[in-house]
Each structure stands twice: as C-alpha cells, then as structure tokens.
Nanobody, 120 residues
Framework: QVQLVESGGGLVQAGGSLRLSCAAS????????MGWFRQAPGKEREFVAS????????YYADSVKGRFTISRDNAKNTASLQMNSLKPEDTAVYYC?????????????WGQGTQVTVSS
C-alpha cells in the first residue's frame, strides 16, 4: 500500500519560510518523480514543483520560481519543499505526489495534504 505523508505546514507571516516534508512508503521512490501540488479554496489543484527520480532535474511553477526549492533523498524515501519569501497567495493545502512525469501528467499517488497559511 502506497502512502505519502506530509508534514511541516502551518501559519506564517508574509515574507517568512516553511519547509514541507513528505515521507513515502510502499513504493520505490527512486523509480518515480516526486513533487508538490497545492489547492487554494475555490481553486483547482495546481502544480508547484517536482524532481525527477535522479533529483537532477527539477520543475517549478512560474509563481514559485526563485522562492521554493524542491529536494529529495531516495535513500530515506523522502522529499522536501523549502518555501521562502512566502506570500498570502501561497495559502493552500499542499499535497505530496509521486508518479511519472508529474509536471505534465496527473500523478498516480497522493498524500492527504498539509495546510499552509500565509498571513499578510
């Protein structure tokens, strides 16, 4: 059974930082891209960032480029998202995901999500 468990969400002021973590079990993460999506109230879920299985290729949404950094540790079956210079518009539920080419293809595995709230 595949499980992706997110942690690290919370409330932060604009300009602050948060680090999200995703712990994976039930799959060999080195075979999959891993990444993050988010969904704000009343909006569709959107791609945020992903890292290819090797970790050498990363993709970012334009809205987070230069502020967010994705990383992964295949030995520990984890992925992380360092979020800096947070803005109120970053407020959303953030989901960890794993799959093939998830920057362009809907992932096959999802976590339950973690809330990130950025106050102005």
């Amino acid at each position: 059974q595949v499980q992706l468990v997110e942690s690290g969400g919370g409330l932060v002021q604009a300009g602050g930082s948060l680090r999200l973590s995703c712990a994976a079990s039930g799959l060999t993460v080195s075979r999959y891209d891993m990444g993050w999506f988010r969904q704000a109230p009343g909006k569709e879920r959107e791609f945020v960032a992903s890292a290819a299985w090797s970790g050498l290729t990363t993709y970012y949404a334009d809205s987070v480029k230069g502020r967010f950094t994705i990383s992964r540790d295949n030995a520990k079956n984890t992925a992380s998202l360092q979020m800096n210079s947070l803005k109120p518009e970053d407020t959303a539920v953030y989901y960890c995901a794993a799959g093939i080419r998830i920057h362009i293809v809907t992932p096959s595995n999802w976590g339950q999500g973690t809330q990130v709230t950025v106050s102005s």
